[in-house]
Structure formats: C-alpha cells, structure tokens
C-alpha cells in the first residue's frame, strides 16, 4: 500500500492513531491503514467521492464496508484480508488523491 500511495505526485505518510496514513503534503489524509480491534481485520480506508460509500458497500458488502468515525463523511473501508487486485487498489488510492490534491499536482500526474 505504501508503494502505491507514494507513487502519487506530492504525498507523504503519516502516522494517524499509530497507523500509516497517506496525505498531499500541507493537506488532509486521503487513505489510512487500519487493523482496528473492533474487527481485527487488516483495512484501507480511502476518501470517497458522494455517492461512491454507497455503490460500493451495496455492490460487494463483503469487500468494502462503512468505517467508524470517517464513514459519516463519505468514507469506504476496503478488506485487505482477502484477494486483492493491486490494479483496483491503485485506482481506488489514486481517486481517494484526486479529491484532496490540487490541481497543479493532478495535472503533474496526468502528465506522466
């Protein structure tokens, strides 16, 4: 996951309640690592735009879920703990950082 997020133009990781959380420098998290205790289960938990919480838990419920505390602000969790398709991953992580990246780094990336 850490490969992934660092891939993006202008991100850094951080630590968010003991855990990797990834951010645009100067800027919100977008995605944070979670193996919370409530479930145990290895977690991402990504930035969604409106609309997306929604199709994805009703789409595959056993793979995304709402998260506690973020989920009431549009946030989705995504299981780790089953197979993952590293292309979604990365596609997932790259619209979370498209939602909170400005504009000169989307087009940085768009430029590659």
Known sequence: MREVCLALPGV?????????????????????LHDHPRDGRPALWFK???????????????????????????????????DLDWDEVAGVAEEAWRLTAPVRLVRELEGR
């Open 48 to 82: 969604g735009a409106p609309g997306v919480q929604a199709e994805l838990v009703e789409q595959e419920p056993d793979r995304f879920f709402v998260p506690p505390y973020v989920g009431p602000r549009g946030w989705v969790g995504m299981r780790l703990d089953v």
């Open 12 to 32: 850094e990781e951080r630590l968010n309640h003991g855990m990797p959380a990834f951010g645009v420098v100067g800027r919100a998290a977008f995605a944070n």
